[in-house]
């Protein structure tokens, strides 16, 4: 075995294609079986995609780094079900592209966190948390609701994630900029096509609490209360410790 | 090749190499290297026999001893139940007062509620429930739907202006904003409201006003907050003349009200707490008002 | 610069600046309502900058031929000292994100100085500036010391090493105007990514190229781990950032993995960057500056060997170890706890093969704090490794994740073993590629041993305890058999242990700022003929004499 390696360190070809050998193994093992092997993402058949507002709102999640101290992944260990509702599924982040998992705490899990408080809190609270927390040590930010959020590049967005394998319609991708802003707007006539495309059950509202404007306030704020509500899956499967 | 050298420390061999005066002794692994080697590949496979481990394709081994965490967890989650229930079945059957009465049980509420409320309700009611902003104290005694236990068990199960279809639902007209009254008037019943909590006001309003004010309270205002301005746990508006204010007592923060209207949102929590849950969530924050002052 | 480069060089440079210049223009143009164009004129200004500096020097006299009998040196120097200003500026705003979060106003009104902005520009500051420039720095030294052989040509160093600085900087610029794939450690965005390949392959080809004109028969150990950390890293970059942008005029792209299996990728990818960018490199600095401070022998061969290929093969497998109990299915798992136990061994193998190279050299260790530094490395290297392992048992993972026991765990590696090993190897290469005979001051070095010491110590003991804290909080029950604390308890007892944790780091920073002083002067100082420690010199080509006749 040395003897062999005693020749092998001659070759710096050599040693490079052995590294790279011995290198993909466990990747190629670890990661091409998760596209094969069909229990590994639950059915979900109920499960609906963000709208244009909330993609737009986990977009804003992302650029500010909200995941680097928020999970989104509730493990299967009975203190975080008791905590935070019925354990992840991989159902639920199928269509996140990238997922949002987080691998740190630093603030409480936001997998359930939808409709869990209301769209007036969640303002507040993002303005400043200390308003409503004293003791938080989340940032403020203040600037959400002055910034007016971008929607004319939305239906590049949904076009992307649809070819990424997301099943958006070719009606909704066409429709995501009216979408975005009936969602926030409600009085709006846009308003309607938003529930016709996205479901009954969509939230439909001026989420900043200014029906005037659409904000980056409005966005981020519809997005955290669909947290969790995309799908019933977690809910319905007995084991997850879902509430009768 | 180079000449293999001897160490005079060591006593080691060298390779007979030598890059930039760095050598390398031809030392043998030492047998504990090995050993350890071994045994972390034993315990690992011995692993992969027992647990879930290797993909086959579209399957994979699922192991002798059959484990499997979401079992595992919906195990102790069923568990975890059945040890709370010696207690937990007699919060589901008892009455409030009974329980109310009952120490040892109370002390289960106690200890479980400080979490719960804590991971839910603190968010708003602040962690000792005390409130803030918008969101009324608990543990005033004075409430906007009504003190008993099954008026709060029942805010908290529907709560209010929720999207629950029980929801209890309540509005403070934009009295300014939507133009039912004029400058005048808001400002008129706005002194006349902060003085019913005033008595004797602060000197800068003077007769006139606070009758015309309390004409204005009289057309508009005791529909819902009553006549003497109590306040109604009906329509949960309320009561302007204690020094409980849920959006601020002084002028300003009266105005905004009047001007601008309010309509407070309480979540409702039926589907996502356990109606256990909730009854002791009711039991606790009636318990946290008891106890203070 | 510009002189040490022959005039064919400099031509090839010109037209990389404009060229990269040209880029800069598209993306501007193209992006001018979307935050790439900032990025563009960024990128534009880079190629002005580095035109501008070819063409002040384009006329400066062809460096002679004599260099070919020396190492080149020069990209080495200003690798050193890029690599400390990016510590300076990396530590920094991690010292100030630790405040943050034990005094969350501690910012500016933009949303820049927020710390979800601000918490990766500490992460990829430090570990791919401060890092990345020590690890291209050392790997130059190195290569050519154990070579025997110069680096090939004048341009691809410093091609490798400004176009790494340019994806820094567009990695850091971006998160403070909001671009970022939150992906950890791979945040930069497409075409960041991009650029960076291109860098990666030129370093990798140079590595090659210079191996080839070696004159040792046979590669030396330093330089097995350099091509495992240039060749996996280029791997999982690769794959890892495989996404699709909305448009060529925007700065957002979308992974093109989701959910579970994005998840894996990441963690394979993030583990790994652990294991090929702040392990297998680092271990190649290790195998050279300590057996050369030391002034003894590689311990084992043997061990090397093991130790090599067992880090290689086994890393792989276990970046499952972050996603224990989440969705990802439970055999994933199983492969990430068995293969993080069987890491220890190979790991253990490198860090005692290094401790025991230094039998015979104690006094040494003693005496001088260059060596103690790289001595103290190992040791954490050891320490950070069996804690690593430790952490990846389900059950201890399922106590220490999503806590600061991780964050803690991440600082005695960071801190304890890849920043005392960068200040170790800078300390030994400083007086000698400045040639001086020692640094300005040996005094400052044995301060700023125990500076970072204390600091490290303070740090991670802070973490153990808040970390181990919050774990529990969370999973505590009363006798009731219900959760005993809420969230914002557990975040209350946090305070005092994250201003521990803001002190300790402040320490850290104030050594690294005395590093950083103490090599500026040695700099400064008037150089000596000799180095402290002569190299070989370099030996000739044997089928291109140096000096031909008549040349
Ligand atoms: C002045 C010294 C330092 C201070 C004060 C400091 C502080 C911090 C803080 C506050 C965090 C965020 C932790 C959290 O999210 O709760 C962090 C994360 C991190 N730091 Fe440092 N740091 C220092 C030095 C370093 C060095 C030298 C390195 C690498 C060479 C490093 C690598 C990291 C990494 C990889 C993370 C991410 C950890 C994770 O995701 O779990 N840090 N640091
Ligand atoms: C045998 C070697 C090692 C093993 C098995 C190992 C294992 C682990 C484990 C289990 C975690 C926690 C994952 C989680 O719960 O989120 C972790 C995190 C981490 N480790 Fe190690 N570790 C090893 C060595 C090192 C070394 C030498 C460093 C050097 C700096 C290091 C840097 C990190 C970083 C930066 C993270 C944080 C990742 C993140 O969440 O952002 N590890 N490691
Ligand atoms: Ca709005
Ligand atoms: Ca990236
Ligand atoms: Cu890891």
Redesign the interface.
């Known amino acids: ?2 003897k062999t ?2 020749k092998l ?2 070759y ?2 050599g ?2 294609i052995g ?2 050998a ?6 190629i ?13 639950e059915k979900a058949p109920d499960m609906r995609v963000y709208t244009p507002l909330e993609l737009a709102g986990r ?1 804003i999640y ?8 928020h ?1 989104q ?1 509730i ?5 975080e ?3 935070y ?1 019925p ?22 899990d936001l997998a359930r966190v939808g ?7 969640q303002t ?2 993002l303005n400043n ?13 203040p ?1 959400l609701t002055r910034t007016e959020l971008r929607i004319d ?1 939305l239906p ?2 949904l ?3 649809k ?4 099943p958006y319609t070719d009606e909704m991708v066409a429709n995501a900029v009216g979408d975005a802003y009936g969602q926030a707007a409600p009085d709006s006539p846009q308003a309607e096509g938003v529930k016709a495309r996205y479901g009954d059950a969509t939230d439909i509202r001026a989420f900043d609490g200014n029906a005037a404007t659409v904000t980056e306030m409005d966005a981020l704020v519809a997005y955290l209360q669909i947290l969790g509500r995309l799908t019933d899956a977690a809910h319905k499967q ?4 879902g ?2 | 090749m180079g000449v293999i050298e001897r160490d005079p420390y060591t006593g080691h061999g060298t390779t007979g190499h030598e890059w930039n005066g760095v050598k390398e002794l031809n030392t043998a692994v030492p047998w504990l290297v090995w050993a350890f080697l071994i045994a972390s590949v034993v315990f690992s496979v011995t692993w992969w026999i027992l647990m879930p481990a ?2 086959l ?4 081994t699922k192991g002798l001893l059959g484990d499997d ?6 195990a ?2 069923q568990a ?1 139940q059945e040890e709370r229930s010696v207690w937990t079945q007699r919060i589901d059957k008892e009455d409030f007062a009974a329980i109310q009465a009952d120490p040892a049980l109370m002390k289960d509420v106690r200890e479980t509620g400080h ?1 719960l409320f804590g ?2 309700c ?3 009611h ?2 000792k429930a005390t409130g ?4 009324p104290d608990l543990i005033d005694k004075k409430w906007l739907w009504g003190g008993t236990p099954d008026a709060v068990f029942e805010t908290i199960r529907a709560g209010v202006n929720s ?1 629950h279809p029980d929801s209890r639902v309540s509005q403070m007209p934009a009295w300014g904003k939507d133009g039912m009254l004029d400058h005048t008037a808001i400002t008129d019943v706005v002194a006349y409201v902060h003085s019913l909590s005033h008595p004797g006001g602060d000197g800068k309003e003077s007769a006139d006003e606070l009758a015309a004010g309390q004409k204005v309270f009289a057309d508009n205002c005791a529909a819902c907050h009553g006549a003497d301005g109590k306040g109604s746990t009906d329509v949960g508006a309320p009561d302007l003349t204690d020094d409980f204010w849920l959006y601020g007592g002084d002028e300003a923060s009266i105005y905004d009200s009047v001007y601008d209207g309010r309509q407070g ?3 409702t929590w039926e ?4 109606e256990t849950d909730r009854k002791i969530l009711t039991l606790y924050v009636l318990d946290l008002g008891r106890s203070s002052p | 610069m510009i002189s040490t480069m022959t005039i064919t060089e400099r031509q090839i440079a010109l037209l990389i600046s404009v060229l990269v210049a040209l880029c800069g223009i598209v993306l501007a143009a193209a992006g001018r309502h ?1 935050p790439i164009g900032t990025h563009g004129l960024l990128i534009l200004l880079a190629g002005l900058a580095g035109t501008f500096f070819i063409l002040r020097g384009y006329y400066d006299p062809e460096p002679a031929p004599e260099r070919l009998t020396s190492y080149f040196d020069d990209p080495i120097k200003v690798g050193i000292v890029i690599s400390m200003i990016w510590a300076l500026v990396a530590m920094s705003v991690g010292d100030w994100v630790a405040w ?3 005094y ?2 501690l ?1 500016f009104d ?2 820049w100085s ?4 601000l ?2 520009i500490h992460t990829t500051g430090i570990i791919f500036g401060f890092g990345g420039n020590a690890l291209i720095a050392t790997s130059f030294h190195i290569m050519q010391r154990t070579s025997r052989a110069r680096m090939p040509d004048q341009l691809s160093p410093w091609f490798v090493l400004a176009g790494y600085n340019l994806f820094c900087v567009l990695a850091v610029t971006g ?1 403070l105007i ?7 450690y791979a945040e930069p965005e497409w075409y960041a990514d991009i650029w960076l390949v291109i860098v990666w392959v030129t370093y990798f080809v140079l590595y ?1 190229r210079t ?2 004109r070696r004159k040792e ?3 030396y150990v330093s ?2 781990y350099f ?2 950390f240039i ?2 890293v280029a ?1 999982l970059h690769i ?1 890892n950032n495989l996404a ?4 060529l005029g ?1 700065s ?15 963690w ?1 990818y993030g583990h790994n960057a652990v294991a090929f960018f702040l392990t297998a490199g680092f271990l190649g600095m290790l195998y050279y500056y300590l057996p050369k401070r030391a002034a003894r022998p590689i311990y084992s ?2 061990m090397s ?1 093991i130790g090599f ?1 067992g880090i ?9 170890h ?8 439970q055999w ?1 798992q199983t ?1 990430g706890v068995t ?1 993080s136990m069987m890491l220890l061994i190979p790991s253990w193998i490198a860090a005692a093969n290094a401790l025991l190279t230094l039998n015979g050299a104690w006094h040494k260790v003693r005496d001088d704090a260059t060596l103690r530094f790289m001595t103290v490395a190992a040791v954490f290297y050891g320490l950070a490794t069996f804690e690593g392992s430790f952490l990846a048992i389900r059950p201890v993972n ?1 106590l220490s ?3 600061d026991w ?2 803690a765990h991440v600082h005695a590696g960071t801190l304890g073993w890849n920043s005392m090993i960068v200040f170790g190897a800078f300390y030994y290469l400083v007086p000698q590629l400045w040639k001086r005979p020692r640094m300005y001051s040996p005094a400052l070095v044995e301060v700023h041993f125990w500076l970072a010491i204390a600091g490290t110590f303070v740090y991670v003991f802070a973490m153990w305890n808040s970390g181990i804290t919050q774990g529990l909080m ?2 505590t ?1 009363n006798d009731s058999g ?2 005993a604390y809420s ?2 308890d557990s ?2 007892a946090m305070h005092p242990y994250y201003i521990a944790r803001a002190f300790g780091g402040l320490l850290f920073l104030i050594g690294t700022a005395v590093g950083a002083y103490n090599i500026w002067m040695t700099m400064r100082t008037v150089p000596t003929v000799i180095g402290t420690q002569a190299d070989r010199p370099v030996m000739p080509e044997p089928s291109r004499p140096i000096l031909q006749a008549g040349e």
Request: glycine share 8%; proline share 6%; hydrophobic share 40%.
């Open positions: 075995m040395f390696h005693y360190e001659r710096s070809i040693l490079a590294i790279i011995v290198a993909s193994i466990g990747g093992v670890e990661i091409a079986p998760l596209f094969t092997i069909h229990q590994t993402v977009n992302i650029r500010e780094g909200c995941y680097a101290c999970s992944m493990r299967t260990l009975r203190d079900v008791e905590r509702g354990y992840s599924l991989a159902a639920e982040s199928q269509y996140d592209h990238p997922m949002l998992w987080g691998s740190k705490r630093t603030g409480p409709g869990k408080y209301s769209d007036q809190w507040e609270h948390p200390r308003d409503v927390v004293p003791e938080s040590i989340m940032p403020a930010y600037f590049d590049k967005h076009a992307t994630q070819e990424l394998g997301v007995e084991v997850t410790g509430i009768k | 290797w993909p394709g579209t399957t994979y965490v979401r079992k595992d967890v919906a102790h989650l975890a979490a991971d839910n603190a968010a708003c602040g962690l803030g902003p918008g969101y999207e949102h309480m979540p589907s996502r707490i356990s | 979307d943050q979060l034990a969350p106003d910012r933009g949303a927020s710390f979800g902005r918490r990766p998160y909001g671009i970022t794939q939150s992906k950890e090659l191996l080839a028969p046979h590669i330089n097995w091509l495992a060749l996996v791997m794959v699709l942008p909305i448009s925007s957002k792209s979308y992974s093109l993995f989701s959910g579970v299996q994005d998840a894996m990728v990441q394979w061969y043997r060997i290929w290689t093969f086994f890393y792989i497998w276990v970046g499952s972050h996603l224990h109990y989440t969705a990802l299915p994933v492969l293969f399922s994740h999503y806590t991780t964050v969370w999973r029950y219900t959760l969230f914002v975040l209350i």
